[in-house]
């Protein structure tokens, strides 16, 4: 909690606030569109499903030594952070499932780490060899 260290922080804090908690709004829309495509179209596709609760850790409010508003910040932080990882794994199976080619090399880019078991790039040897099962 390093904005416990911030200097003038209750004014920044004021603005800031507002800001970071409109961000629910979007994240919940999202979550049930995620949700219903996940549900629907994974095992339409033969996929597994992604296991929820292996991204999602809501915990940090049972902590006593936190105040009210610190235990709903944990919370809020939680299911944000878990349910961004969450549809990172969902997507990153879609992409394996429609696409699953790297992208060409580009040192500015942060491949996701599930694009390891991808085919290589301009590797049609490989590519077949993943895909052309017969």
């Known amino acids: 909690m390093l904005y416990l260290n911030n200097p003038r922080k209750l004014l920044k804090h004021i603005i800031i606030t507002p800001?970071?908690?409109?961000?629910?709004?979007?994240?919940?829309?999202?979550?049930i569109c995620i949700e219903i495509y996940h549900r629907i179209c994974f095992p339409l596709c033969g996929m597994p499903y992604v296991k929820r609760s292996k991204y999602i850790k809501i915990d940090r409010h049972k902590l006593k030594y936190l105040n009210p508003l610190q235990k709903l910040n944990c919370t809020y932080c939680g299911y944000?952070?878990?349910?961004?990882?969450y549809w990172v794994k969902?997507?990153?199976?879609?992409?394996?499932?429609?696409?699953?080619?790297q992208h060409k090399k580009d040192d500015n880019l942060i491949s996701p780490p599930h694009h390891k078991k991808f085919s290589k790039y301009e590797d049609e040897d490989d590519f077949k060899k993943k895909y052309h099962k017969k």
């Open 80 to 85: 944000a952070n878990g349910v961004i990882q």
């Open 90 to 101: 969902i997507i990153g199976e879609t992409e394996h499932y429609w696409c699953g080619i």
């Open 19 to 31: 800001i970071t908690w409109a961000c629910i709004i979007p994240l919940i829309i999202t979550d």
